[in-house]
């Protein structure tokens, strides 16, 4: 992971915007350039109202304004900024025998309140305070989005260069009614992408339904999709409301639409082409809107060929289509996966551990994940759980993964007798040279974590990495 630090953009060299609001317009120019000689960019209201209007029209960092003045008043300012500019910092004037008032500004979200005559010095100080806040707050927005964009949309996580590709998609798509087809191996977040399509959409506010096909009976998937009336076949005892009215306005997610039954998936086209449904034993079509997302673990384009899927569906549903790949296709991920799901899991197991050994972080580093980040993730939850010391190591890894365990790089016996039992005897520049490749292969390019899981410093990495004129 490149450092954050490159990408956050330092905000220390942008100048404060300050609004001085005073009706001694000669003292609040003596402000203004008092302040200016610190980085200020000030601007001058030789009234209240004046100000007022300034406030509306632009913005601003820091309001100084005068408590006592003739027609809108310095509390009535700081209503109007902390209503239209809730970022913004707001120091009041006043003088001795106003004391109680600025008491109450304080109560209604001044940042501080300083008395006539001004000492500069505690002015300065004041304002730069102020703005230090923003800065802190602006640099936190900016940390935010450059992670958005660096390592996940909404929830889904990776800085590979394919996790990149589909986030984009998801910002391009999420905002449209368009069908999608997200298709990947079992346990490569399928589900977590839909949530994240509806949430970046205009129907967020509705509801986000999942339905797992494959964990139901023919018999009932129908009625779990369209619902039922009372009597409409045995054992309906009452009006039933199916998937798709429940997700009306919102999204309906249908998992493993692979193992949808060929009666059934004739009904779906027409759902989908029609915008109705009609609740099974009823005559009344309905009208729903809802966007479907569908998913699934199968090649449906080899059952179309197969003739277990209609070709007419598949078009239907793969209007967008989104490919997930498998964890072991995109190894840098890894590490940013494992940092994420110790915090989470580690909140809401109420246990807090060091991190992972070097081994245990090189042992899940080279493992090749058949159940992707559903594996992974169950993997670090376990290892939290049997954790007794604060530091999770090999010895808390589920039995598939620890035998792997057999060297100190982290590989298997069978890569070991491919790759580092064919160095025996090689010059010590071609082992280093074989070993700092394969992390960097493993890490998927990730310096960082290149370094940390070598043991070596960042510079001197990237010195090695020119000698050998190793790939990034």
Known sequence: ???????????SSIPVRVLVVDDDESHAQAVAESLERINCECRVAGSGAAGSKMVSGESWDVVVTDLQMDDVDGLEILTQVKEELPDAEVIVLTGHGSITSAVTAMQHGAYT????????SELRSAVEKASARLRLIRRNAE???SLEERFGFEGVIGNSSQMHRIIEILKNVSPTDSTILIQGENGTGKELVAKAIHQNSHRKSKPFVPLNISALPDSILESELFGHEQGAFTGASGRRIGKFEHANGGTLFLDEVGEMPM???????RVLEERKITRLGANDEL????????ATNANLKKMVDEGTFREDLYYRLNVVAIDLPPLRERPGDIPLLMEHFLKDLSKRIGKEVEGFSRTARKALLSYHWPGNIRQLRNTIESMLVMDTDGLLDVDGLPADIAPLVAHDDGSSEGDAASGADALIGRPLSEVEKYYIQRALDLTDGNREETARLLGIGERTLYRKIKEYDLRK
Do not use: E, F, S
């Open 143 to 145: 940390l935010r989005r």
């Open 263 to 269: 009666d059934t998936q004739v009904k779906m086209l």
């Open 1 to 11: 992971m490149a450092d954050g630090k490159n990408d956050v953009p330092d905000l």
């Open 113 to 120: 309140y300083l008395t006539k005559p001004l000492d500069i």
């Open 287 to 294: 009208d729903i809107n809802v966007r479907l997302v569908a």
